[in-house]
């Protein structure tokens, strides 16, 4: 079992800065893909982006540029730096790991709010 906690969300004016922090504790060793998506009202939850154990990205289309995925192994702990941000960024991001053999576990998410 792996237990998430999230943090660093909050309420930002267009074009700020937020970052958001995932510590993972329990059955770390198993963790390959950390990630994080993001869920607004009335829309499906998305990926945002993910990094694996080795350090390769992905990002979504509409964060590319923008946000920077970044993981420490030593303190299984993931980062998301989200910059330049928009009101359509604003939506509950949520933390997910995914290990070795292919178990999922989730945060119990973060609010951002971006102000235009």
């Known amino acids: 079992q792996v237990q998430l906690v999230e943090s660093g969300g909050g309420l930002v004016q267009a074009g700020g800065s937020l970052r958001l922090s995932c510590a993972a504790s329990?059955?770390?060793?198993?963790?390959?893909?950390m990630a994080w998506y993001r869920q607004a009202p009335g829309k499906q939850r998305e990926l945002v982006a993910a990094?694996?154990?080795?350090?390769?990205?992905k990002y979504a289309d509409s964060v590319k540029g923008r946000f920077t995925i970044s993981r420490s192994n030593a303190k299984n702990t993931v980062y998301l730096q989200m910059n330049s941000l928009r009101p359509e960024d604003t939506a509950v991001y949520y933390c997910?790991?995914?290990?070795?053999?292919?178990?999922?576990?989730w945060g119990q998410g973060t609010q951002v709010t971006v102000s235009s």
């Open positions: 997910n790991v995914q290990s070795f053999a292919g178990s999922d576990y």
């Open positions: 990094i694996t154990r080795i350090g390769s990205t």
């Open positions: 329990g059955s770390t060793f198993n963790i390959n893909t």
